[in-house]
């Protein structure tokens, strides 16, 4: 044992092949950002496709266009073609920064998955049992709390259906790197922007109020009781992503991507990790990938030998 790495010839045939499957995994998952960075219309590939492409696109464009809004146009002689051209060109500025593109492929990736849910088991994509009990709770600061999550909720879908993404709703660490992009990018090409006017984005931003911080401090309020988010059926998606990515020790865009059915050993691991029992895995697989069995061994992996194999992979807990 290295640095609390298990050496793999002493795992067990079921561990060394949830191992072997997680790497397949992650070779996709690791793909996506250079992939995203040439946006490639040609490229085919499970996670990154040409609608995948045109929606993480859409997202860096509508950020765009949202910060050359800021310019004074009474101070500039810009024409249509010409502001045009600045969102073009931050376009490609935002494009090369692979955290960015990681986390709007991510969106789109819960987006799809949502969607699908909706049509092909009739889903609601934002009011789900789960948020309609909370709503309803005796608990005035919780039910509080979900009112605002679920309208947060309601925002995203339609967000998601125009591929708009709020600056606002971005993480903290990737709001102020858009920031900062977007001062350099002013001072490269000139453009009359107020200094306070970045100032003002950085104040009126709040971390906590994102979607995703409503969701992670509304699954948090569910304390002990987090597990009951870990049924698709009754918590819908986001909340269960959220829950997965909790309780597994993992970033939420991970426990998004690994509802995908090429991460199932991700799936399957960082249940696992979140001590969910066999029959807990096998129900909320049968509700994610109606063809897809759970894999053999899961049962045998302790849910802190999952959360290693989960921290010493390619991608990575909570990076």
Sequence with gaps: MIDGIMDRSIATPEEAALRDELVRGDLALTGVAPVLTHMLAQVEAPLVNEAVIARVQGMLGDISRQLVGQIDLDSEAYDQDQLEQLIDDL?????????????????????????????????????SPLFQELIASGETEIADLAMTTLTAQSRYILEFEKMALPINE????????????????CVHTRADVRMTAFEELRKNYSEANTRLGLLERLV????????????????????????????????????????????FARLAL????????????????????RDKPVPEGIGQILPDQAQSILRHSDVGIGR
């Design 220 to 263: 948090a309020s569910l304390g002990n009781a987090q597990r009951v988010a870990l049924n698709l059926e009754h918590s819908g998606y986001a909340l269960l992503a959220t829950a997965l990515g909790q309780l597994s020790g993992q970033d939420r865009s991970l426990a998004v991507l690994s509802c995908m059915p090429s991460q």
């Design 170 to 185: 971005l993480p903290a660490e990737l709001f102020h790197s858009v920031i900062a992009k977007w001062q350099e990018f």
């Design 91 to 127: 376009v490609e500025r935002f494009a090369e920064d692979g955290r960015l593109l990681e986390y709007c492929h991510s969106l789109v990736i819960e987006g799809k998955i949502a969607m699908q849910f909706q049509k092909t088991q009739a889903l609601d994509p934002v009011l």
């Design 270 to 289: 960082g249940l696992r990790a979140g001590r969910l029992a066999d029959d807990e895995i096998a129900t909320l697989f049968a509700q994610l990938h």
